[in-house]
């Protein structure tokens, strides 16, 4: 396995009031928290060296302790529709991957919470990996941080490898990083976290954040949507539409159900009609999503006219539904097909 | 967070390295294959276990490992018999409702099955049953003298007789007929689950025909 690249702790993904902690236990003034903030997330700087408004003194306590923590993409692959994967190191030595995919009017990254995943999906290429670790909020705000399309980025989606509700303390710091005035200042109204529906986590996100939510769902039918996502057998499809509709969620919050059309599974008038009828009530939209094969799996695409058909239909029972582009399919956009081609070259 | 009850440990003791068997009273009523949530007391968020002993046993058992970087699992493994934990109400739907069918297991991914089969409902099963070291083959010898030639024992790191020697997956892999038209359990890690879940569809099984459960 290739060696952590971080000899010290990493400042990048410290919040405000752990900085405070730093600056106290340093014996540093108050404000030098601040500052560091202001270095970390606003000027994005390299090096403890580059701050240049804390005293030299102070820059030498911190650095022998500490290290700024951001880390480069080792890799990107480009699509000819322009989306571009990258790939980074975690501080494990890992690989994790995040997804670029600038658009006409916005530019959305597609960030990894965890490397690999614990949750099995038959769907998903990152389960094949299993689960070798969480990725602390500073791995997580560093996949925008240290991208090189950094300034153009419009929108956050927590969408890459992993479940994040299954990295809650990780995923929370990292969206009051990227939302505090203090950090990169975000709207929340510019980041989607999706979940596959760990419900107590979901309950703290929701009340603790308001970034959006995006609820893989797949299939209305609890057999089968138990078939496709094991997490069923524990959390159910009820339950976690339950939990949504007890919480109050304004005008702001969006909810959106993440539907991936499968080839002759789960696109009948009868899914229609449940996903209408288990929707009812909910403010929200259905984003249908192309299936990006992957190696091994019983599952295939439908054809364009299949989902365009099924998305029609949707709208006619009135449940807002939108087609999702299929972006970088040749690049192995989906999710754990890069890094898990780097995992099995570093196992050799 | 669901609600939370007391129970009292009857018993909490290690039954192989790293791994602890929990007993307290059964106070409700439960399908084999479901889960409850064990919390140490009423402000932290449960982490969920499957139950390993059988429907009408007088006491509930939970099998854990004790992950030394872990919240719940250090600490659990030091309460004594009459201390207190936190538990939800039973839930969970990986239950096994059909009269032929196959499960499999790794490490502690047999809480379920040892709970259905603790329950008389190991007639007309196949376990298959993945343990690096025979003595974490947790539940074995009442597997073995229960099942019979329908149980199979895979032992990755050691050799003993009537055990298979090897990984589930070298065992699936190496089955000249595996049968497509009825139900496979699995459950364990991810890894475990994935990779059974390939071998398995790759020899003909449908997908619908496979229900996992996952730790997490």
Known sequence: ?348 | MRELHTATIIHNKPIAPGAWLLSFKRTFDFIAGQVIGIALDQHTEPRLYSIASGEKHHEIWILYTVKQDGLLTPPLSQLKSGDKIRITQPFGNFICKEKEAVWIATGTGIAPFASMFFSGQHQGKTLIQGSQSMERMYFHKHFQKEMGTSYHPCCSRETTAGCFHGRVTDYLEQQPGIKTGIPYYLCGIAEMVVDVRDILIARGVPFSNINSEIFF
């Open chain 1, 1 to 348: 396995m290739t060696p952590s690249p971080l000899k010290k702790e990493a400042l990048f993904g410290k919040t405000l009031e752990e900085l405070q902690q730093i600056a106290k236990e340093l014996d540093m003034p108050k404000f030098t928290a601040s500052q560091l903030a202001d270095w970390l997330y606003k000027k994005f700087a390299g090096s403890i060296e580059q701050m240049s408004n804390i005293s030299k003194t102070h820059r030498e306590k911190l650095s022998e302790k500490y290290e700024v923590g951001l880390s480069a993409p080792v890799k990107v692959q480009t699509s000819v529709d322009g989306t571009k994967k990258y790939l980074y190191r975690s501080h494990l030595g890992k690989f994790i991957e995040a997804a670029y995919i600038p658009e006409s009017k916005r530019s959305t990254l597609c960030v990894s919470s965890q490397v690999g995943c614990k949750m099995g999906c038959l769907f998903c290429m990152t389960g094949k990996q299993g689960f070798q670790g969480q990725l602390s909020a500073g791995e997580i705000v560093n996949q925008i941080c240290s991208l090189p399309e950094r300034d153009e980025l419009t929108n956050i989606v927590y969408m890459g490898m992993g479940e994040p509700f299954d990295n809650l303390e990780g995923v929370m710091k990292s969206l009051e990083i990227l939302t505090a005035d203090w950090g990169l200042a975000m709207s929340p109204k510019r980041i989607t976290v999706s979940t596959i529906g760990i419900i107590p986590a979901m309950k703290t996100f929701l009340e603790n954040s308001n970034c959006h939510l995006a609820v893989s769902l797949h299939s209305p039918f609890e057999e089968e949507r138990r078939k496709l996502m094991p997490i069923e057998n524990v959390y159910s499809l009820p339950e976690v539409l339950k939990t949504i509709r007890e919480f109050p969620m304004g005008k702001q919050r969006r909810i959106s159900f993440e539907y991936i059309v499968f080839k002759n599974l789960n696109h009948s008038n009868k899914h229609v009609k449940e996903l209408a009828r288990i929707l009812n009530g909910i403010r929200c939209r259905i984003n249908l999503l192309y299936f990006h094969p992957i190696p091994d799996t019983p599952l295939e695409a439908p054809s364009d006219n299949v989902i365009h058909q099924f998305k029609e239909a949707l709208e006619a029972k009135g449940l807002t539904t939108t087609i999702r582009k299929s972006r970088g399919q040749d690049i192995y956009a989906a999710c754990g097909m890069l890094s898990t081609k780097e995992l099995q070259k570093s196992q050799k």
